[in-house]
């Protein structure tokens, strides 16, 4: 499973990428503008920062918070079109925008609130569902068919999805007990592997819940910054946990020779 679930984020990467989320074309300014009296006009109140352009060469950047300022080009402020989004992901509270290099040119640019476009949206419901698959994986690896897994559960837990197991077999349908737990079962289940790591297990696994109804409702996360970057982190929490199933089931796979 550890394969087949590495396979289809590598697929995720190949297919989603920050072109997806960037802006095209650029609104730019000439360098003998008052790049403050722009950010005052109400067709501009959106933009937070505008390139210079020179000659048909972005030469620079001017931001609303210090539009006297010019603000030279740097490896910092640059990210290729074709970068695999979630590796954007993880390193853009680092800047809260980027141009867009496309071809050999600067023609686009991205910012803190396109991760509340579609394909962040999809590339976070992937994530949390290949980490759920891997979770199941990994406790029918190591429980069999047998369900012993119930018991490292609460009661109230074990009651709730016994409850559902009836309900189902009364509408004659069937689900293994495994499909019918939560998302916090699972990650209960298997809390001595996920502790590992050396995190907060409490705290992560709120961060993750938290992460999944974000994914529902991502147009009502607010657009400010603090909001955008716990967003990020519970992403990059997901993938941590993920790796760690992983490597367990790549070390199980060995040992079985």
């Given at each position: 499973m550890g394969n087949a679930s590495q396979g289809?984020?590598?697929?995720?990467?190949?297919?989603?990428?920050?072109?997806?989320?960037?802006?095209f074309p650029l609104i730019t300014c000439k360098p003998q503008d008052d790049a403050e009296s722009l950010f005052?006009?109400?067709?501009?109140?959106?933009l937070d920062q505008l390139p210079i352009e020179d000659e048909n060469r972005i030469v620079g950047i001017v931001e609303r918070s210090n539009p006297k300022v010019r603000r030279p080009l740097d490896d910092s402020v640059l990210v290729?079109?074709?970068?695999?989004?979630?590796?954007?992901?993880?390193?853009?509270h680092q800047q809260p925008y980027r141009l867009v290099v496309d071809g050999t040119a600067i023609r686009g640019i991205v910012t803190w609130s396109d991760l509340l476009k579609?394909?962040?949206?999809?590339?976070?419901?992937?994530?949390?569902?290949?980490?759920?698959?891997?979770?199941?994986?990994?406790?029918?690896e190591k429980y069999g068919l047998e369900n012993d897994w119930l018991e490292l559960l609460d009661q109230d837990e074990k009651k709730r999805i016994?409850?559902?197991l009836r309900k189902l077999q009364r509408e004659n349908l069937a689900l293994s007990l495994l499909e019918l737990a939560d998302f916090s079962h699972k990650a209960k289940v298997l809390r001595f592997l996920l502790?590992?790591?050396?995190?907060?297990?409490?705290?992560?696994?709120?961060s993750l819940k938290s992460l999944r109804d974000e994914i529902a409702h991502v147009k009502e996360i607010a657009r400010g910054v603090e909001d955008l970057k716990?967003?990020?982190?519970?992403?990059?929490?997901?993938?941590l946990w993920l790796k760690a199933l992983e490597s367990e089931q790549a070390v199980s796979a060995a040992a079985r020779g």
């Open positions: 289809s984020l590598n697929s995720l990467d190949e297919g989603l990428r920050v072109r997806h989320i960037a802006n005052s006009r109400p067709d501009y109140e959106d290729a079109a074709d970068n695999p989004l979630s590796q954007f992901i993880r390193t853009i579609l394909p962040v949206t999809v590339l976070a419901f992937s994530l949390v569902a290949q980490l759920e698959l891997a979770m199941n994986s990994r406790i029918k016994l409850n559902r502790c590992a790591k050396g995190g907060n297990f409490e705290r992560e696994l709120e716990r967003f990020v982190e519970r992403i990059e929490i997901a993938e």
